[in-house]
């Protein structure tokens, strides 16, 4: 029974014989099937996005200019805060950005209390930062009593703002609230006015498109595609790939005598 050792010899790039042809051909056509299926679904999102703003950047653009030049009314001013309170609550949002936030917060908040309770307000903040640093390294009873001062200080926060601010003390709201705040306000700079409106816009504004807005077994269709849909895919090439080659083996990998 006699052999050719090139009927099993396989070069992807320099097939020698025709099973090594059919092979690669084979092999290139479920590449190019998994690039279109991937990259091609992604360009088609590229394609079809649009930017979708939510509620919360609508509202902010909305009172935006009279917050900027100092004519917001109170209402205005309670819709400023909660949209900016709302983004500063995003674990996405980089510290730098943050801080700007921060800034804007809480010249808003400062400037809904009277001289007076600016300074008590000052002071809860300062103690909150003071016992949330010292929190790390504490042990036993002062620990327990850095929480017990936390929560306290918490509350007096609240107290003081979360009517002026128009949010319920039990929301999401109030519980970011007494960590949106600086222990002073310094107003916002102009770089603070310039970048406001880039941060909003950036954590804000979605890109969307059919594809992202249709529902699928329960899922986002994007989501299901490419979660779901390309692992089978990837399956399905992988079997229609097995029974091609055993095919292929069998009409040219057949020993001669």
């Not at 594809?211 to 299901?224: A, E, S």
Request: aromatic share 10%; proline share 3%.
């Amino acid at each position: 029974m006699k052999t050719n050792d090139n009927e099993y010899h396989f070069n992807l790039f320099k097939p020698t014989t025709e099973h090594g042809r059919r092979n690669r051909n084979i092999i290139v056509t479920m590449i190019l099937i998994w690039a279109v299926a991937v990259f091609g679904f992604q360009l088609l999102l590229v394609i079809l996005q649009k930017p979708t703003p939510e509620k919360t950047y609508i509202t902010f653009e909305s009172v935006w200019d009279k917050v900027k030049s100092g004519n917001a009314s109170v209402t205005e001013n309670q819709d400023y805060i909660k949209a900016l309170i709302a983004v500063y609550g995003k674990s996405s949002v980089k510290k730098d950005k943050k801080e700007i936030l921060r800034h804007g917060i809480t010249t808003a908040a400062y400037g809904m209390v009277s001289d007076s309770e600016k300074v008590v307000l000052s002071g809860y903040v300062l103690t909150l930062r003071d016992a949330r640093e010292n929190l790390t390294s504490a042990t036993d009873d002062a620990y327990i009593q850095l929480q017990t001062t936390l929560s306290e200080t918490k509350k007096a926060i609240n107290e003081m703002l979360d009517a002026r601010i128009g949010i319920e003390p039990t929301s999401v709201e109030a519980t970011l609230l007494p960590y949106c705040l600086n222990e002073k306000d310094h107003g916002l700079t102009t770089a603070d006015v310039e970048a406001l409106p880039q941060i909003m816009k950036l954590y804000l504004v979605h890109n969307q498109s059919v594809l992202t807005d249709t529902k699928f077994l329960g899922f986002p269709f994007h989501y299901f595609y490419t979660a779901e849909l390309l692992l089978i895919l990837f399956v399905l090439l992988c079997l229609i790939y097995s029974y091609r080659i055993e095919a292929l083996d069998k009409k040219y990998l057949t020993n001669h005598n």
